[in-house]
């Protein structure tokens, strides 16, 4: 697989910043040490890639924030809520950067004025000592300070012993390990280089482009630890280092020993070979690292750093880098197990297992021609086998929705401090998963709902204190599965909906005729119609009337469904339901004349005769009673402006949309069939009433029916023919606005 | 290895050559075909098979020139009736009926559509020196329809731009008109 450098970093930095954004969101509420570090690193691997590809926008700036994300790990700083504040904006403000160098653009002098601004704001929170901090930041030391060495025995050496082992990925990301080494020589004189080779695979299964080479270097220099860390600076994250002093103490090498991959006995003669240790100095290692292990608890690895911090041989800072070491071999455990696929192959795919759904429909259909019981039974085998592909290739696309909340965190905290409400966001179900081209078109949806939610749902705090609630107001974001498909709730605890004061706005604006009566759920629906909203003052969020009827089309556009619940004084919970591919449906298919139409079978509640005395009985009105509830249906023939074709029997297909239920008059009813769904293509786009097409196993083109946009254009007829100039001129101030 | 590539890049070249270097070129191939018993040609480079008439799809409240979906090996294409395009009256299909798979650049991504015909007639190579400017009347199908006016045989061919007649966004567009209307008829009737 051939992935572009810059691409992989592109993706990575979008996600370290994100990761940044949690953590600072996070940090508010108070953070541990670890956090701090996961903190620091997101910056300061930023700032490391970026500088591979040379875009010294984003180091320039990165460095500033890494510094101080560097004091505040130390505790030097203290969080507050400025420091989030600018850090949050300095996130922003580095993705900016990362956005402009990858555009290949020069950088605007709104951006540069707008940087400066958020580095004046870090002044106060940084160093003094500014390069110092900086270039010690995120370089693990193996050692503390003089001051430790003091106890223990010293290897009698002058020279600095370093160890590094390049992961086998290096050359694979550009970086040769070559010039780092000679870089090395010009801090001072290699006096002797080992190479350890004994990753070295077979010939036969060498990869050239894997390395497997480590080395042990003696360097005499009068350089500090810190330069010559910086000499791995940018392969830092692919290397393992460690750097001992000179008359470092033995245990330091023991530890070193441990720490390093290789076999403790063959490390110790190659330390022994390029001088860094003397015989007596190697046996004394290996016995304090055998003393090490034995006292180790081999499952819980931490409790090695704990033994050793307690025996007073190593710095605290030590075990630290031990446990990130730790951390990061688990992550690399992850990954080896999960591969990145190119998502248009995985479209590719899953488009074949889509022919081959067809492919197994149209066999089923000969076999069942021929009716041989030998040949049915394999076809049955095999499209049982079919089905169960099909789930797993569309399972392949499946990602957790965690990801797509999480990023709400910062529009709750942006919104509520300009809002002046105390919000929290609280977020279930972020494990469920959903096929990312949905997540994909759900996040402007949601933002609208939780905007709404915010701004028109929760009161202020001293209305809620007068309400006897807590001042703080919640908004819920939560996820799962349900019969089929996913259910999303957007839910907050704030006023709720009158349905009073929402009919007379609706009768107000004409939406709804004066005499017509609503049940309590119809009269919430109102606020997804275009051109409602019940905000006495518009604000910059929302309020403008077409952020819900965005929300509902979008929805409806996904084959989704918008529902609302509310309690008046205790919260409004917005219910978003959604298939969970859009590729593959489970369909209903029915005739109409001499067509076939397909119907998404989540929408199907029943099927039922229509018989002659039915359609007597509602004088040519259009609609039954079912079972003492009036059902309005909707002849698709006419609809669909078929030929009258005489058939005795009609069928009813009941279908519901959000909580409006309606019937389908068809001529027959075929029953289920796996739909793969086939774009109709630009030519179409215009036609509403259709969502797509699908091919049946006899080959023949079926046209999947867009049943939520018949219903609403039913609903809408009605009432154009009750009020047409209103709703007219209400669409044509909406048109006006989306263009 | 490398020659051979060389030399089949080579023969695709020089088929392309009629598409690529129109002007360039001092004559083109041409499909020629009729429709309501008029003779038109569009320009090969468009023309990517020739389909046997088989049964088509309806799409519900699709204008009239849309005259089905169909499966071709997996994807579902529009067939467009090219007479309802022209304005002109719709033969029902006979054995010579077909339909021409073409393809047409649009704004920003290539359109691939069926055109109904009566029946295909010739590939006709017509220098250009041979085609004449169209008429400014005379003609009865809306003038930016037609590319030129080729001479075979000392007949006049109405030579067809197919970037006009297959106009994705303008056939798009029209349908906007249809469902609107239609609904606004039903409404009526209700």
Redesign the interface.
């Known amino acids: 697989m051939s992935e572009n450098p810059l691409d992989i970093f592109v993706e990575e930095s979008q996600e370290l910043l994100q990761e940044m954004e949690d953590i600072l969101l996070e940090l508010e509420e108070g953070g541990d040490a670890e956090v701090m570090n996961a903190l620091f690193r997101t910056a300061h691997t930023i700032k490391g890639s970026s500088g591979i590809f040379g875009f010294t926008h984003v180091v320039g700036f990165t460095h500033v924030v890494e510094n101080v994300l560097d004091r505040l790990r130390d505790g030097e700083i203290q969080i507050s809520e400025d420091l989030v504040a600018a850090l949050l904006a300095s996130k922003d403000h580095i993705g900016a950067l990362v956005d402009l160098a990858i555009r290949e653009e020069e950088l605007s002098e709104a951006l540069s004025h707008q940087g400066d601004g958020i580095l004046q704001r870090l002044t106060g929170f940084q160093s003094t000592e500014v390069e110092g901090a900086s270039a010690q930041a995120g370089i693990p030391a193996v050692v503390g300070g003089k001051v430790e060495r003091e106890s223990g025995p010293c290897v009698m050496t002058d020279q600095w012993h370093i160890s590094i082992r390049f992961s086998e990925d290096v050359y694979r990301l550009g970086l040769d390990p070559a010039p780092f080494l000679r870089y090395l020589e010009k801090l001072g004189e290699i006096t002797d280089v080992t190479t350890v080779f004994d990753k070295l695979p077979s010939l036969e299964s060498i990869d050239p482009e894997s390395n497997y080479l480590g080395f042990e270097i003696s360097l005499t220099s009068d350089a500090s630890k810190t330069e010559i860390e910086g000499a791995f600076e940018f392969v830092r994250e692919e290397c393992t280092l460690y750097i001992l002093p000179p008359q470092a103490k033995i245990s330091e090498y023991a530890d070193l020993i441990e720490n390093l991959p290789e076999e403790a006995e063959l490390l110790g003669v190659i330390l022994n070979r390029c001088g860094a240790l003397t015989d007596d100095e190697l046996q004394i290692a290996l016995h304090c690292q055998a003393q090490l292990r034995e006292q180790a608890v081999p499952d819980e690895a931490s409790r090695l750093g704990e033994v050793l911090v307690k025996q007073q041989t190593v710095h605290p800072e030590v075990v630290d880098v031990a446990l990130e070491k730790q951390a990061k071999v688990r992550a690399q455990h992850n990954t080896a197990k999960s591969v990145r696929v190119d998502a248009a192959r995985l479209d590719k795919l899953i488009n074949l297992v889509g022919e081959l759904v067809i492919a197994g429909a149209g066999n089923q259909i000969q076999a069942r021609r021929i009716d041989d019981e030998a040949l049915s039974e394999t076809v049955s085998g095999m499209s049982h086998l079919v089905e169960e592909i099909r789930d797993h290739a569309l399972q392949l696309r499946m990602v957790p929705i965690g990801e797509s909340f999480n990023r709400f965190n910062r529009v709750v905290r942006d919104v509520s401090k300009d809002l002046g409400k105390a919000i929290k966001l609280e977020i279930y179900g972020a494990d469920t998963e959903l096929d990312k081209t949905v997540i994909e078109k759900i996040g402007d949806p949601l933002m609208h709902l939780v905007r709404n939610a915010m701004d028109h749902g929760l009161e202020l705090p001293e209305q809620r204190e007068a309400l006897g609630k807590p001042t703080e107001g919640v908004v819920y974001l939560n996820a799962f599965h349900d019969s089929g498909g996913i259910v999303i709730e957007v839910a907050d605890d704030g006023a709720g909906l009158d349905p009073e004061k929402l009919l007379a706005r609706a009768r107000e604006k004409g939406l709804v005729d004066a005499n017509q009566e609503l049940d309590t759920k119809e009269i919430y629906r109102l606020i997804l119609e275009a051109g409602f909203s019940t905000a006495q003052e518009i604000t910059d969020l929302s309020g403008r009337g077409v952020g819900m009827d965005v929300v509902r089309r979008n929805i409806e556009a996904l084959s989704g469904t918008v529902d609302i619940d509310s309690e008046l004084g205790e919260g409004t919970t917005v219910r978003i339901r959604l298939p969970l591919s859009l590729a593959i449906i489970d369909g209903f298919l029915v005739g109409v004349g001499e067509s076939s139409y397909v119907i998404p079978l989540d929408m199907v509640q029943e099927c039922i005769e229509l018989s002659e005395a039915d359609t007597q009985e509602s004088h040519g009105e259009h609609y039954i009673n079912l079972r003492g509830e009036v059902l309005p249906f909707l002849r698709l023939r006419d609809v669909l402006s078929h030929q009258a074709s005489e058939h005795d029997r009609e069928q009813i297909v009941v279908v519901q949309v959000g909580t409006q239920k309606a019937g389908l008059v068809v001529d027959r009813l075929f029953g289920e069939l796996q739909t793969v769904i086939k774009p109709l293509g630009k030519l179409f786009r215009h036609l509403r009433a259709i969502r797509g097409s699908t091919i049946l196993g006899t080959g023949e083109v079926a046209i999947i029916l867009d049943v939520p946009t018949l219903i609403h254009r039913a609903v809408g007829e009605r009432q154009t023919a009750v009020n047409r100039p209103v709703l007219q001129t209400v669409d044509n101030e909406q048109g006006a606005r989306l263009h | 290895m490398t020659m051979t590539n060389q030399s089949e890049l080579m023969v695709k070249n020089d088929e392309l050559m009629p598409v690529i270097g129109k002007e360039k070129l001092e004559q083109s191939k041409y499909l020629t075909f009729v429709v309501n018993e008029m003779v038109y040609g569009i320009d090969l480079g468009h023309v990517k098979e020739i389909i046997e008439y088989g049964?088509l799809?309806?799409?519900?409240?699709?204008p009239s020139f849309?005259r089905g979906?169909?499966?071709l090996r997996?994807?579902?294409l529009?067939v467009i009736d090219l007479a309802v395009r022209l304005d002109k009256p719709s033969q029902p299909p006979s054995n010579r009926s077909c339909f021409i798979l073409v393809e047409v650049k649009?704004a920003s991504?290539y359109?691939e559509?069926g055109l109904y015909v009566d029946a295909v007639d010739a590939v006709a190579q017509i220098p250009d020196s041979a085609i004449e400017p169209p008429p400014s009347f005379g003609v009865d199908i809306r003038s930016d329809y037609i590319a030129g006016m080729g001479k075979r045989n000392n007949e006049f061919v109405i030579l067809l731009d197919m970037e006009q007649v297959g106009a994705?966004e303008e056939?798009?567009?029209s349908?906007?008109d249809v469902?609107s209307s239609?609904?606004i008829e039903?409404?009526a009737h209700?």
């Not at chain 2, 799809?57 to 699709?62: K, S």
């Open positions: 049964a799809t309806q799409v519900p409240l699709a849309i979906v169909f499966n997996g994807s579902v529009p649009g991504e359109f559509c994705v056939l798009a567009e349908m906007k469902d239609a609904q039903e409404s209700g």
